[in-house]
């Protein structure tokens, strides 16, 4: 009985081995060359061949090792993504790395200052000359553009993607205004910012039911029709030819000329052609900084308040009884303001406009800055715009790579994808932005615990 039992009892088999997961270094290596063979493919054509013009018509001329060099580049971001960042051995749900603190309060606070007395004594550098003022009249008006692109974005949550328009407006009502009417720029500047609310106000008006994609999709066609009726409205715009001679501001009355009358002859300095730019820049300056204030007190105020309920939830804060509408146009038109006095220095500072100053490239830069710097915080857009317009800048000449590609690389042709690398750096290091975290505009003045009779589960 037993032995047909044991007969009939199939023979045990033996267990299959466990299977040995690859290592982390397979996994980085194989993603790594599989990424190298897509940017192969892509960068071969484009980097590989060249047209060379002759007398009798083009030749391709080779250059494979741009394509070597931008493989390898692929190949090794990719393996150091891959095997120090996105971890495939890690449990789902973990982090890659331990979370990066928020930034100090005192580290803020201390950076602050730093920044604003950098600013303050960058004219008065032995070291700054003319192309260092540009570089930062420069960066400082993209910080105001950006701080006043945040109330719309980062505040009140409204992706805008047509900023420029109101950018162009501020320009072409500053321009306009001071050469038909003759009016100082003193007087012209809050009349361009009035002007360019109201443009904010006409583009809150359709987009009050709109949110996302639509929302963006809505704001790019705005920003593309101020373009083309600047283009196209040749009798009030000047068309494509754009508007020259814009006057120039003085320093209380005293133009920045030479000979009597002028700013140097009244303090009894010697003309320069730097006193006018000094004076710009510290306009400029004042400026952004009126911007910062008056954005960080409308923070705490029941309109910054209904901005940031409105972004979180915007059926959450209807069902509190604040009023959308009025929410978003404010938005709209406080954000438009700031755009519309930075469009008005940038009329006076270059004393000529044109269409072509305000394409969509301009919008999508200062959104980055934005997105960069850290949705809501304004220190984040203050470094993020230093670090990308000024990256621009340094990126201009890069006469040290000729070392590495040959003496007929040009660096200026691969700037913007060198500036891309570093975004998409950026964005993989600091996903949240530079700055991520900042202060709420209404937080206990003393932390307290919950008790678990208050709450769902356990001890608050």
Known sequence: ????????????????????????????????????????????????????????????????????????????????????????????????????SAPRGWFVKALTPALLLTA????????????????????????????????????????????????????????????????????????????????????????????????????????????????????FTGGPNG??????????????????????????????????????????????LVTLAFTVRLRRLPVGMAWEALREDEIACRSLGINTRNTKLTAFAIGAMFGGFAGSFFATRQGFISPESFVFMESALILAIVVLGGLGSQIGIAIAALVMIGGIELLRNLAWLKAVFGPDFDPSLYRMLLFGLAMVTIMVWKPRGLVSARMPSIQLAQRKAVGAHLVGQGRG
């Open 1 to 100: 009985m037993s032995a047909g039992g044991d007969a009939a009892r199939p023979a045990p088999t033996q267990a299959a081995p466990p299977r040995v997961a690859p290592s982390r270094l397979g996994h980085a290596l194989r993603d790594a060359l599989l990424m190298a063979l897509v940017a192969l493919a892509l960068f071969g054509p484009l980097l590989g061949l060249k047209t060379v013009p002759l007398t009798t018509g083009l030749a391709l001329e080779s250059r494979w090792h741009l394509v070597a060099a931008a493989v390898a580049i692929v190949f090794a971001g990719r393996f150091l993504l891959r095997y120090l960042v996105w971890r495939a051995d890690r449990p789902a749900g973990t982090a890659a790395r331990p979370a990066a």
């Open 243 to 288: 508007i020259s001679g814009i006057p120039r501001p003085s320093f209380f009355g005293l133009p920045f000329t030479a000979g009597e009358g002028g700013f140097a002859a009244a303090f009894g300095l010697e003309h320069s052609p730097l006193h006018r730019i000094v004076f710009l820049y510290y306009v400029v300056l004042a400026l952004a």
């Open 120 to 235: 303050l004594a960058w004219p008065l550098l032995p070291t700054t000359d003319r192309y260092l003022l540009d570089i930062g009249i420069l960066i400082l008006t993209y910080t105001m553009l950006a701080w006043g692109l945040n109330v719309v974005v980062g505040l009140a949550g409204l992706l805008d993607l047509g900023y420029v328009a109101f950018y162009a407006v501020g320009a072409y009502s500053y321009a306009l205004l001071a050469q038909h009417f003759g009016w100082s720029f003193w007087i012209c500047l809050p009349l361009a910012g009035i002007l360019t609310a109201f443009a904010g106000i006409l583009l809150g008006f359709p987009v009050l039911r709109l949110r996302g994609d639509y929302l963006a999709i809505v704001t790019l066609a705005f920003g593309e029709i101020i373009r083309l009726i600047l283009i196209n409205w040749y009798e």
